[in-house]
């Protein structure tokens, strides 16, 4: 799977919420600065991320994220909370350090997080 980095300031500004440093879109990482392409953690994040969207089409994907966000908005009133509880953050939170996970991961491991 070849997945490509991608450096725009600009598409993070004006489509992203404040203080986001990067986004997976399939197959793109797109980093708002040049710097941030050499974090291991990081990008190991934002692959994890592209894989869970590989497993669910990419649209999929987007669908679940957001209704999860917003069921977790609701739920805890607080958008850094919910943002940081939708179960595919979760998973590419715990995992980022670990650059071998995505060498084991097995599909669908997001679910172990919901």
């Known amino acids: 799977m ?9 598409f993070i500004k004006y489509f992203t919420p404040k203080n986001v440093s990067g986004i997976s879109i399939f197959p ?3 980093l708002e600065k040049r710097e941030i392409k050499y974090d ?4 190991n994040h934002e692959l994890i991320h592209i894989y869970q ?6 649209i999929f994907f987007i669908l679940i994220y957001y209704f999860e966000f917003l069921f977790l908005l609701i739920k805890h009133r607080d958008f850094q ?6 179960s595919f953050e979760r998973e590419a939170y715990a995992n980022e350090s670990n650059y071998n996970y995505l060498k084991t991961r097995k599909w669908f491991s997001f679910v172990k997080y919901w």
Do not use: D, H, R, V
């Open 28 to 30: 793109f990482i797109i």
């Open 40 to 43: 291991k953690s990081f990008i």
């Open 2 to 10: 070849t997945t490509w980095i991608l450096i725009s300031p600009s």
């Open 81 to 86: 909370k919910a943002y940081k509880n939708i």
């Open 53 to 58: 969207q590989m497993e669910l089409f990419f």
